[in-house]
């Protein structure tokens, strides 16, 4: 079964939970650090340990401060018995884009050949903001690869505006 289908169903309940007791943003650190922790090879080699117990793997990704019977802890129990902590990156993702959805942000990703200025990402975050009518996210990276221009991807929504891309689709029609 694939990550994302499997991660899914824990994403919308740790959401629901979180969304109803007003701690969206605490859920999200909490999920930072333990879907960091899940990442860590040495852990996920101790995940498939007999020896460690479901409390002992708990802890390991329970951060700092959140208390052993606080609702994100009872939350990674239920995923250790399962024994599906190690899906807690993916869990950790999907939460965000309920989270986003849920204040009307957009995450968009921006690949660009050369790096973008801070007027150029205002520029842009007002565009797709009045295209999409919803608060935008910017993530960028730069990819000399593209040659010049940048792909958008809202993750429903590709526009690619890069000098590669029109060089593809142009030679994909010579050769049709």
Same mark, same amino acid.
Do not use: C, Y
């Given at each position: 079964m694939e990550t994302t289908t499997l991660a899914r169903p824990y994403a919308r309940a740790a959401f629901e939970v979180?969304?109803? &007791? =007003?701690?969206?943003? +605490?859920?999200?650190? !909490? *999920? /930072? *650090? !333990? /879907?960091?922790?899940?990442?860590?090879?040495?852990v996920a080699r101790l995940s498939n340990d007999p020896q460690v117990t479901s409390e002992q793997l708990i802890a390991l990704h %329970?951060?700092? =401060?959140? /208390? +052993?019977?606080?609702?994100?802890?009872? *939350?990674?129990?239920?995923? /250790?018995?399962? @024994? @599906? %902590? !190690?899906? %807690?990156?993916e869990v950790a993702r999907l939460y965000e884009v309920f989270k986003r959805e849920s204040q009307s942000e957009l995450l968009v990703k921006v690949t660009s050949a050369l790096a973008l200025d801070a007027e150029q990402a205002? @520029?842009? $975050?007002?565009? %797709? $903001?009045?295209? *999409?009518?919803?608060?935008?996210?910017?993530? &960028? @990276?730069?990819? +000399?690869?593209?040659?010049a221009g940048a792909v958008i991807d809202t993750g429903s929504e590709v526009i690619d505006g890069? +000098?590669?891309g029109r060089l593809e689709r142009l030679s994909g029609a010579l050769r049709n």
């Open positions: 979180a969304h109803e &007791t =007003g701690s969206l943003n +605490a859920w999200s650190q !909490a *999920f /930072a *650090f !333990a /879907a960091a922790v899940a990442v860590d090879p040495r %329970l951060p700092v =401060g959140v /208390a +052993a019977d606080a609702p994100f802890s009872r *939350f990674l129990a239920e995923m /250790a018995e399962w @024994r @599906r %902590l !190690a899906l %807690l990156p205002e @520029r842009l $975050k007002a565009s %797709l $903001k009045h295209r *999409f009518k919803r608060e935008i996210e910017l993530e &960028t @990276r730069v990819d +000399a690869a593209l040659l890069s +000098a590669r």
